[in-house]
Each structure stands twice: as C-alpha cells, then as structure tokens.
C-alpha cells in the first residue's frame, strides 16, 4: 500500500479528544496565582523553558527531536522537556496541587471544564490577547479563517487556556469548492445490485422501493439462488441499531432526519432558525418509527440487529448473506462480493403520506476541536517568546512532520504537485527495519498540533481510500442532502452545564435507546404510549433542563463564531 493508514487515525484521534483528561480535583483552593486576566505580558527576557507533557509509548523523547530543535534554534529559545508516557494524569495533578509548575504542560488534554477552573483560578493565562499577526501570525489566520476553531476553544469567561489540536479531514482536502468533514455522513448505505438484475429490477430510489426489493431478496432467497448458500441464509437487510457508520439511520432520511437516537448530542437538531431540538419527540421520529416496524415484522430486517457487533456484521456480510446493508464503504465490509453492490441513493419517503418526495440527511460534524493541548502556566515569565515557538506548529510542513516525522524519515518523495508522500511499509521495513506505523509512532510529537483539510492539498498526501470516500461524498451524497444544519460538537460548557448534562445524560439516552428498540421490534407507539413517553422524559429524564443547557452552550458559540 504506497501510503500509511492516515485514515483510521482520524478516529483514534477523535476517540482521544472525547476522552480528555480531567485534571480539576486536585488543587483543593490552595494555590493563589497573582496574573491579570486577559493582558499580554510584554516581558521577552525568558528564553529557558521547561514544558511537562505526553509523549508515545515507543517515543525516546524529545531531546534529540530534529524538527523541535529546529524550531528552538529559529526562534531562539530552548525547552527542556519532561514528558512521559505513563503516569501523566498522576504528575499532572501533583504539580498542580503543589504549585510547582513548569512554563506550559503539552499533550495532557484538558477537558473545557478543567482549562476554565484553571483559568479562572489564574494557573493557566488567558491566551487570547496573544494570538495577533505580530505574535501568532499562523494562528492568527487559522481562527480568522475558521471561526468555528476561535469557537470551540473560547471558554465562557471569553477566555482561551490552551491551544487548539485536531484533525480536519475534507473534501476541501481533495480540492472541492466546499469543505464538508469526512464524518459529515458516515453511513453510506448499499445494495447487491446483482440480485436486483438477476430479478430485473432497478435501484430504489424510494423507500417504497426498497421495501418491494426487499421482499423480493427474501422471497426468492437470493444468497440460496444467487450465491449458492445454504437454503433460508438470505438477510434482505442488516444493520446494527443506532451504530456510528453501521446503523440503520439513512433510512430515516424518508422522514426528514437520520439521527442518532442513543446518543443525545447525535440526537439535537439545529433547525434552520437556529433553534435547537430533540428528533426523538417529534412527530417524524413517531412515524419512522411505526413505519420501519411493519419492516422487522415482515422479516426484512435482520432479527439480530439489536444485538450483533460490527464484526458479525462484517460476517454475514463477507458470506454473501446480506442483501443491504451500511457502512463506512463497500469494499471492506462486502470483500469478495463488493463488486456486486452500489451505493444506494437517499431514498424518499412513503408515497401516499406526508413524507412523499422528503429527504433530508441529518449531516453531522467533523471530529472536533481540542484545546487542551498546550496550556502556559503563570510560572512562565515569558510567554511571547514560546507562543512565537508553538506558532510555528501551525505551519502545514511543519504540523506535518510533527505528526507523523521528519522530511528524509517519514517522508522520502513527493508527487509531481511537490507534495508529500508517507514512507511505504516496504520502504519502512528496509530502511528503518520498523513498520511505517511504528515508526509515526517513534517520531510523532504530542501538543497542539492542528491538521486542516488543504494541508492534504499543499504539503503531503492523504491515504487513496480517504481520497475515495471524499470523492463519495461529495459527488455523490452531500448532493441529496436538502440541510447542512448542524449542531456543533465543539460548544463549550459551563461547570453547571456539565453538572446538568451529567445528571441527566445518561437516563435521558437510555430511555430514548429503549423505547425505539421496542418500537422497532414490537409496534407502536400509541397515543397513550406516545404521551407517556414525552412525560417521562420531561418529568425523569431532564429533557427541558437539557435542551436548556444545549441552547445556551449554542448561543455562545454562535456568538464566539462571529
């Protein structure tokens, strides 16, 4: 394969951002830190730093890092490091608790809650009112050109305690006019459309469509007929229940949305207005619903959906059992028989009814921002001169090497354009007698490290299947979405929103999980049912306090969006 996996590590590193550390129990009110709050500090006397941080597990530290040394030597400073792979959380908190800090912690991934108590208590300054064209040109223009970055790190005292980090991987990265997120549509749904030939009929374009398509699979056991499977192997369709890339949710496009139920910030819609809401008390959900049950009673969808993992899926899948089915793309879940299938088009509603002719996808947004990557201390005496530094990392050359290594190691050549090449994992096993995995590994430096979409363009190349599923859903799905509305992942929470969002979050997302799977397999719900239903949420699950605390974090971010 000519280049590594860039494209899986967008969800280890998703995975990463929404699992951030929290260090905020530990200072215990004890630390009393003199620093004015959203002031520069002139003072460039400082040019000896110590930075406290995270490194990889087969990372040998900083010390002999060509691309930070590099950096220190033009801009004229130098960072002893103190990084580790174990035990961060732990030392973390230690010099917090004890006020014995370093000049900046890097790669500890602070949740919003923690960079505002620190900013708020003064251990972490306020970075705002340095980030100018004359101290962070880089960084500058990055939130000048992408707002919603300004807004996802942007506390709510109008503060920032730290640098932001992320990965934007876009169409924009394949040169699109527009930018839309590779997550924007994560489920790409399929049909075996050598079973509607060899049945002589067309590709559905609705969901009337599919459900006759559907009973012809099963009628006519096509995985027995076509395949030559064991008799009553045919699943017309299967899905898991509410999965990220896997689920059934496109389907629900016949009904104005495809959201995710289980999830309740995969559940809040932003309407057109600016509002925001719950698709599972609205009246399209009921109906969805109702519909797809008549769907599971008549055999057409997979009886294990509820229950199966990704890899039973993939199973069924990859033995030519399964009619339709969704995923992140065709080949890797349909293997030997991914030549059969095409993508399905967003099918509309039932005719007859209200729904006739609607489509909408319920787009979602990218992998997030976060900003808890890089925080200044008060101990720092100097903070202009290592902003200038970490600026410097907002270079798309440079974030390059940082995450994955240096020009001459990671990347060997460039294309005929002059950008970059991964290494191969031949090229990798020959020069360094290590996989081009493990070797990212060895190289990569953590912090605030910031990948934007025409990095992809201008300095190094994306991996082939990324550039593929771009090209997907560009050309061929965000066409037939009707609203790019979406609510952003990347508002930012006061400590009582937390506190609210903690308290009902759970039980609200239980609920709503539930009830669906029982409407889905057993019918309904009827208008008693339907009623007891929006009780309950109200009355035990928190919705109002919920939608309030989403409404307000949104209104915030709007305004620090401008």
Same mark, same amino acid.
């Given at each position: 394969?000519?280049?590594?996996?860039?494209?899986?590590?967008?969800?280890?590193?998703?995975?990463?951002?929404?699992?951030?550390?929290?260090?905020?129990?530990?200072?215990?009110? *004890?630390?009393?830190?003199?620093?004015?709050?959203?002031?520069?500090?002139?003072?460039?006397?400082?040019?000896?730093?110590?930075?406290?941080?995270?490194?990889?597990?087969?990372?040998? %530290?900083?010390?002999?890092?060509?691309?930070?040394?590099?950096?220190?030597?033009?801009?004229?400073?130098?960072?002893?490091?103190?990084?580790?792979?174990? *035990?961060?959380?732990?030392?973390?908190?230690?010099?917090?608790?004890?006020?014995?800090?370093?000049?900046?912690?890097?790669?500890?991934?602070?949740?919003?809650?923690?960079?505002?108590?620190?900013?708020?208590?003064?251990?972490?300054?306020?970075?705002? !009112?340095?980030?100018? !064209?004359?101290?962070?040109?880089?960084?500058?223009?990055?939130?000048?050109?992408?707002?919603?970055?300004?807004?996802?790190?942007?506390?709510?005292?109008?503060?920032?305690?730290?640098? !932001?980090?992320?990965?934007?991987?876009?169409?924009?990265?394949?040169?699109?006019?527009?930018?839309?997120?590779?997550?924007?549509? !994560?489920?790409?749904?399929?049909?075996?459309?050598?079973?509607?030939?060899?049945? %002589?009929?067309?590709?559905?374009?609705?969901?009337?469509?599919?459900?006759?398509?559907?009973?012809?699979?099963?009628?006519?056991?096509? *995985?027995?007929?076509?395949?030559?499977?064991?008799?009553?192997?045919?699943?017309?369709?299967?899905?898991?229940?509410?999965?990220?890339?896997?689920?059934?949710?496109?389907?629900?496009? %016949?009904?104005?949305?495809?959201?995710?139920?289980?999830?309740?910030?995969?559940?809040?819609?932003?309407?057109?207005?600016?509002?925001?809401?719950?698709?599972?008390?609205?009246?399209?959900?009921?109906?969805?619903?109702?519909?797809?049950?008549?769907?599971?009673?008549?055999?057409?969808?997979?009886? /294990?959906?509820?229950?199966?993992?990704?890899?039973?899926?993939? *199973?069924?899948?990859?033995?030519?059992?399964? #009619?339709?089915?969704?995923?992140?793309?065709?080949?890797?879940?349909?293997?030997?028989?991914?030549?059969?299938?095409?993508?399905?088009?967003?099918?509309?509603?039932?005719?007859?009814?209200?729904?006739?002719?609607?489509?909408?996808?319920?787009?979602?947004?990218?992998?997030?921002?976060? #900003?808890?990557? +890089? @925080?200044?201390?008060?101990?720092?005496? @100097?903070?202009?001169?290592?902003?200038?530094?970490?600026?410097?990392?907002?270079?798309?050359?440079?974030?390059?090497?940082?995450?994955?290594?240096?020009?001459?190691?990671?990347?060997?050549?460039?294309?005929?354009?002059?950008?970059?090449?991964?290494?191969?994992?031949?090229?990798?096993?020959?020069?360094?007698?290590?996989?081009?995995?493990?070797?990212? @590994?060895?190289?990569?430096?953590?912090?605030?490290?910031?990948?934007?979409?025409?990095?992809?363009?201008?300095?190094?190349?994306?991996?082939?299947?990324?550039?593929?599923?771009?090209?997907?859903?560009?050309?061929?799905?965000?066409?037939?979405?009707?609203?790019?509305?979406?609510?952003?992942?990347?508002?930012?929470?006061?400590?009582?929103?937390?506190?609210?969002?903690?308290?009902?979050?759970?039980?609200?997302?239980?609920?709503?999980?539930?009830?669906?799977? +029982?409407?889905?397999?057993? %019918?309904?719900?009827?208008?008693? /049912?339907?009623?007891?239903?929006?009780?309950?949420?109200?009355?035990?699950?928190?919705?109002? /306090?919920?939608?309030?605390?989403?409404?307000?974090?949104?209104?915030?971010?709007?305004?620090?969006?401008?």
């Amino acid at each position: 394969m000519k280049k590594t996996r860039i494209f899986f590590r967008l969800a280890v590193l998703t995975l990463a951002v929404a699992m951030v550390l929290s260090f905020t129990a530990c200072t215990g009110g *004890s630390a009393n830190y003199n620093t004015e709050p959203h002031t520069v500090n002139e003072n460039t006397d400082q040019t000896e730093f110590t930075i406290m941080g995270a490194q990889s597990a087969l990372s040998p %530290g900083y010390d002999d890092n060509e691309v930070l040394n590099d950096l220190m030597d033009e801009t004229g400073i130098h960072i002893t490091w103190n990084t580790m792979s174990d *035990s961060l959380s732990e030392q973390v908190n230690i010099r917090i608790a004890g006020d014995i800090m370093p000049d900046a912690f890097m790669g500890v991934g602070f949740n919003n809650y923690a960079l505002s108590m620190h900013g708020e208590d003064g251990a972490f300054i306020d970075l705002a !009112p340095y980030i100018t !064209p004359e101290i962070m040109p880089n960084l500058y223009q990055i939130l000048e050109d992408n707002p919603r970055v300004r807004a996802a790190i942007t506390m709510d005292d109008g503060g920032i305690y730290g640098l !932001p980090a992320g990965e934007q991987m876009g169409t924009g990265g394949v040169g699109k006019e527009k930018d839309y997120s590779i997550y924007s549509i !994560p489920q790409f749904s399929m049909i075996n459309k050598a079973w509607l030939d060899e049945l %002589g009929l067309e590709v559905p374009t609705t969901l009337d469509e599919l459900h006759d398509a559907l009973v012809a699979f099963k009628e006519n056991d096509m *995985s027995h007929t076509y395949y030559g499977n064991d008799p009553g192997t045919t699943l017309p369709m299967s899905t898991g229940f509410d999965q990220w890339c896997w689920g059934q949710n496109i389907f629900y496009a %016949g009904f104005g949305f495809t959201n995710w139920i289980n999830d309740v910030c995969a559940d809040l819609t932003l309407w057109d207005d600016g509002t925001v809401g719950f698709v599972s008390t609205t009246q399209n959900y009921r109906d969805a619903v109702t519909y797809f049950h008549d769907w599971y009673a008549e055999g057409l969808m997979d009886v /294990e959906m509820f229950s199966q993992s990704d890899t039973q899926l993939i *199973s069924k899948c990859q033995q030519g059992y399964v #009619g339709v089915s969704t995923w992140w793309y065709i080949e890797e879940l349909m293997g030997d028989y991914s030549d059969d299938y095409v993508f399905l088009p967003v099918l509309t509603g039932p005719a007859g009814t209200e729904y006739e002719g609607t489509r909408n996808v319920t787009i979602r947004t990218g992998g997030g921002t976060n #900003g808890g990557q +890089l @925080s200044i201390t008060s101990s720092c005496q @100097s903070p202009i001169n290592l902003l200038k530094f970490f600026d410097k990392w907002y270079e798309g050359e440079t974030v390059m090497q940082l995450q994955y290594g240096p020009i001459g190691t990671y990347f060997l050549d460039q294309d005929e354009n002059g950008v970059w090449n991964s290494i191969t994992e031949e090229q990798a096993q020959e020069k360094f007698g290590k996989g081009a995995g493990e070797l990212k @590994s060895y190289y990569e430096v953590q912090g605030p490290k910031l990948i934007l979409s025409k990095y992809y363009l201008e300095n190094f190349n994306m991996e082939d299947r990324a550039i593929e599923r771009l090209n997907d859903l560009y050309d061929y799905w965000m066409p037939q979405v009707d609203h790019d509305c979406v609510y952003p992942v990347d508002c930012v929470f006061t400590a009582d929103e937390l506190d609210t969002i903690d308290r009902f979050k759970p039980d609200f997302e239980s609920a709503l999980s539930e009830q669906e799977g +029982l409407w889905l397999r057993d %019918g309904g719900p009827t208008d008693e /049912e339907w009623d007891a239903y929006i009780q309950h949420l109200n009355d035990k699950c928190g919705m109002q /306090e919920l939608l309030d605390v989403y409404t307000a974090a949104y209104g915030r971010y709007a305004a620090a969006e401008q």
